[in-house]
T-cell receptor, first 110, second 113 residues
C-alpha cells in the first residue's frame, strides 16, 4: 500500500542531544512537509520541500534542520538549539489529489 | 496568506448531522478550501476540498458560499467515530513554485450518544 512511514512512533531524548526523525514515502509525491503539534494546538509548519535537494523554512524553523537527498525521504533533525522540542511531529506529502499525513512521532525530552 | 476562523468546539448527537462552519474572508480567487480531521494522536485525514461549487463524497459534503468567504462541512449522520478535531484550511500558494499548507486550531467535534 502507498503511504508515509514515520519512525519511530515514540522517541525520548536527553537535553542537549540532537535527534533525527525519519519520514519515508512511496507515493511518488514531490512535495513533503514537517509539522509540529503541541497539546491542544493546531499544526505549525517547520520545513517543507518541493523537490529533491531543495527545501524552505516554514513558520518555526529555528532549532530544526532537514535534508532532501532522495524523493522518498525527508528526515527532520531536532537540534539542541530547539528550546522546547517535546511535541508531536507530523510528516506530510502533497500529491495531485491533496495532502497525505504520516502517523506521527511523539518526541519527549527527558 | 488567507486565514481561517473556526469555533473551538462543537457537540453533536449521534445520528444527527454535524455542521462545522469556517470563515475565510480573505481567500483569493485561486485558493481552495480543504477540510481535514485529526483523531487523537494520529495524523490528519483528508476529508474533502472545493473551489467554488459544493462538493460531496462518501465522507461529507462541503458547502461554499457564493462569495467564497465562508464554508460549511456537513457530516450527514455523525457517529462516535467522527469525534475529532476538524481543520478548515485554505491552500496558500507562494510566489515561487512551492506551496505550503497552513493549519489553524480547528474545531473539536464531540459526538455524543
Amino acid at each position: 500500500d502507498g503511504g508515509i512511514t514515520q519512525s519511530p512512533k515514540y522517541l525520548f531524548r536527553k537535553e542537549g542531544q540532537n535527534v533525527t526523525l525519519s519520514c519515508e514515502q512511496n507515493l511518488n509525491h514531490d512535495a513533503m512537509y514537517w509539522y509540529r503539534q503541541d497539546p491542544g494546538q493546531g499544526l505549525r509548519l517547520i520545513y517543507y520541500s518541493q523537490i529533491v535537494n531543495d527545501f524552505q523554512k516554514g513558520d518555526i524553523a529555528e532549532g530544526y534542520s532537514v535534508s532532501r537527498e532522495k524523493k522518498e525521504s525527508f528526515p527532520l533533525t531536532v537540534t539542541s538549539a530547539q528550546k522546547n522540542p517535546t511535541a508531536f511531529y507530523l510528516c506530510a506529502t502533497k500529491g495531485i489529489y491533496g495532502y497525505t499525513f504520516g502517523s506521527g512521532t511523539r518526541l519527549t525530552v527527558v | 496568506d488567507a486565514k481561517t476562523t473556526q469555533p473551538p468546539s462543537m457537540d453533536c448527537a449521534e445520528g444527527r448531522a454535524a455542521n462545522l462552519p469556517c470563515n475565510h474572508s480573505t481567500i483569493s480567487g485561486n485558493e481552495y478550501v480543504y477540510w481535514y480531521r485529526q483523531i487523537h494522536s494520529q495524523g490528519p485525514q483528508y476529508i474533502i476540498h472545493g473551489l467554488k461549487n459544493n462538493e460531496t463524497n462518501e465522507m461529507a459534503s462541503l458547502i461554499i458560499t457564493e462569495d467564497r468567504k465562508s464554508s460549511t462541512l456537513i457530516l450527514p449522520h455523525a457517529t462516535l467515530r467522527d469525534t475529532a478535531v476538524y481543520y478548515c484550511i485554505v491552500r496558500v500558494r507562494n510566489t515561487g513554485t512551492a506551496s505550503k499548507l497552513t493549519f489553524g486550531t480547528g474545531t473539536r467535534l464531540q459526538v455524543t450518544l
